[in-house]
């Protein structure tokens, strides 16, 4: 079925993720919500605006990813613009996403990026292949090649997301994550989304909305 090759696909990605991206906190809360109820779900970046590049990615992987399980999810770039909620209080806030059919939202918090120095130590190697007797051991280590160490700097994110809905105005999911050293913003998202969705999956803040119209 359609489900379980989304379900399958969904979880080799988190495991994929993991190489580079670790869940090390999650919450959720107590009541049992209707997980398939919600008609539009929203996802929120607040990330610094020189990271415009880094909300967007991760607005539209987690968004996608949602999306891909059948719910209408649309992100605050494409809805509202970068300047979503500047200067409005809580009850205008509010009312401009229910005008827009708005009933649950998933922030996205970038809540530290570390850089770490590492050093990766040198290595010896040879000009040519494997030494079968004496005089190649002999000569090969006159043609050796010492590759120097070196140092490279890491970037790590720490990524925080909560699930809210709106009708009641509760949290019913938060997860942190860290990201270690992404290869570019595109990765971090796409990691990032199959993460928080498989995670909320797995842990049922969301369903499968897909099910019923998957044929047998």
Known sequence: MKTTKLVATLAVCFLCACQSLKITHEWKAQQNNDKAAYRKILVLGLIPEKDRRIQQNMEDHVAGDLTDLGYNATTSLKEFGPKAFDGMDETT???????????????????????????????????????????????????????????????????????????DKQLLYSVQTKSFDPKNSWSMGHEYGHAIVSAMLKKKVIANRRNEADPE
């Not at 770490?116 to 051991?137: I, K, S």
């Open 93 to 167: 806030a509010l009312a401009k996403l229910q005008n827009k059919g708005i009933d649950a939202v998933i922030t996205i918090v970038l809540l530290n990026k570390v850089k770490e120095r590492r050093y990766v130590p040198g290595q010896v190697t040879y000009a040519y292949g494997p030494m079968t007797n004496f005089w190649d051991y002999r000569s090969g280590l006159n043609n050796r090649i010492l590759e120097p160490g070196y140092y490279v700097t890491n970037t790590n994110y720490f990524w925080e997301s909560n699930f809210f809905s709106l009708q």
